[in-house]
């Protein structure tokens, strides 16, 4: 990983090295557009980037890469990459998030440098922390809102629960696609 003053990061310095969690929940969309519950292990690498200058802005982060695994399989259902970005001066931390089903997020929020808990939001159609969609997704399982809330737990741990606000085709009311776990740093 690389050398970084890792108070250049924020809140997000806590974030830095491998994290993994075996307890997570997913709520998500089935096969028949009904509702499964998985069960998942997951794990998180965050590597500190920086300073990333846009003229008087100045912007430190972290570039991640998640994978998530149900419980007992050998293959990830999920993968992400993408970006945490620290802007020290506004305050902000915002995610971007790439996915390969072809969707992009990029969340944000108001965050104090020692903040223990943070909430982080993107909406359909904003144009700063919005959300992007291929055609298909667009149609049938249209993203139309999502939050994240990330807290650094006593014991070391850090936990999320985050909600993806879904449009699906059909259906009257927005499909509530839940994530929570908690993970443990494992290297730094």
């Keep these: 990983m690389s050398e970084i003053n890792i108070e250049n990061l924020g809140p997000l310095g806590r974030l830095v090295g491998i994290w993994e969690g075996g307890t997570g929940d997913d709520r998500a969309p089935s096969d028949d557009r009904g ?18 200058a846009n003229h008087e802005q100045v912007l430190f982060g972290l570039k991640y ?22 802007d020290a001066k506004a305050k902000q931390v915002m995610k971007c998030i790439l996915i390969p089903r072809g969707v992009s997020i990029i969340a944000g929020g108001s965050v104090d440098p020692d903040a223990g808990s943070f909430k982080l939001a993107a909406e359909l159609g904003s144009k700063t922390f919005g959300i992007c969609s ?20 006593p014991d070391g741990s850090l936990s999320y629960d985050q909600n993806t606000r879904i449009k699906i085709k059909g259906q009257e009311s927005i499909f509530e696609h839940r994530d929570k776990n908690t993970l443990k740093l494992t290297a730094k």
Excluded: K, S
């Design 35 to 52: 509702t499964e519950i998985n069960h998942y292990r997951e794990r998180m690498v965050c590597e500190p980037f920086g300073p990333t």
């Design 65 to 86: 890469a998640t994978q998530a695994w149900r419980l007992g399989e050998a293959d990830p259902f999920h993968d992400e990459v993408g970006y945490w970005i620290w």
């Design 134 to 153: 291929n055609p298909f997704l667009d149609l049938e399982f249209q993203t139309v809102g999502f939050e994240i809330l990330v807290t650094f737990n």
